[in-house]
């Protein structure tokens, strides 16, 4: 079975500082997508960033971008020019070639002082 | 256009009842998710319809259960309540039945006491 683990129960970052959240997952598929989603205290899990397996080139969205390290089974989510807008919970997760199951690890709790 | 809409957003019961939880997707989704986060367990899978079939479940007893009506809206209903149940229970929608496009809603928040 597919396992996400992110070992940073909790970070923090000063604002505009930049930061990394650690992800690894375990897997023996070759065809499978990688997220990160941002959950807020308003509860919504709401997606930052996704990775297909097949590209080699990392994700990019805005000050959102990814280390994918598909060898390593990393996939760690780097946030520049943190906002205050950024503390939430972070969640890694896999899905597996399109199927209906999202495999997610149990969450990074990021703070963000001013 | 609404995202995905879950209601009630807050629900307190009593050991041993029965809960209903809804969910409408977003406008021309045919495929609805559920998912249960316990506190410090993360996300866990819980079923998946799509046009209108339960096509998957994860590992829960069969207390939790479902269905999807004609206008893809779902219900999740939770059987003989135990305190371990109180969670938040997130609903996604996806055009396709293919999780890499899933649209989740604000969740509903369970208590049982």
């Known amino acids: 079975a597919q396992t996400v683990t992110q070992s940073q129960p909790e970070m923090s970052v000063q604002e505009a500082e930049t930061v990394t959240l650690s992800c690894t997952y375990d897997t023996s598929e070759s065809d499978y997508y990688l997220f990160w989603y941002k959950q807020p205290p308003s509860r919504q899990m709401i997606l930052v960033i996704r990775q297909e397996a097949y590209k080699q080139q990392n994700a990019t969205e805005n000050r959102f971008s990814v280390n994918f390290q598909k060898a390593a089974k990393s996939f760690s989510l780097k946030i520049s020019d943190s906002q205050l807008g950024d503390a939430a919970m972070y969640f890694c997760a896999y899905n597996q070639g399109g199927s209906e199951k999202l495999v997610f690890g149990k969450g990074t709790k990021l703070t963000v002082n001013p | 256009e609404a995202g995905v809409t879950q209601s009630p957003t807050h629900l307190i019961k009593t050991r041993g009842q029965q809960a209903t939880l809804r969910c409408s997707p977003i406008s021309g989704h045919t495929s609805v998710y559920w998912y249960q986060q316990a506190l410090g367990l993360g996300l866990q899978f819980l079923l998946w319809?799509?046009?209108?079939?339960?096509?998957n479940r994860g590992n829960f007893p069969p207390r939790f259960s479902g269905r999807q009506f004609p206008n893809y809206s779902s219900e999740l209903n939770v059987n003989a309540l135990e305190l371990e149940d109180s969670a938040l229970y997130l609903c996604?929608?996806?055009?396709?039945?293919?999780?890499?496009?899933?649209?989740f809603g604000q969740g509903t928040r369970l208590t049982v006491v």
């Open positions: 996604a929608s996806s055009l396709r039945p293919s999780n890499t496009e899933a649209f």
């Open positions: 319809y799509d046009e209108g079939e339960e096509r």
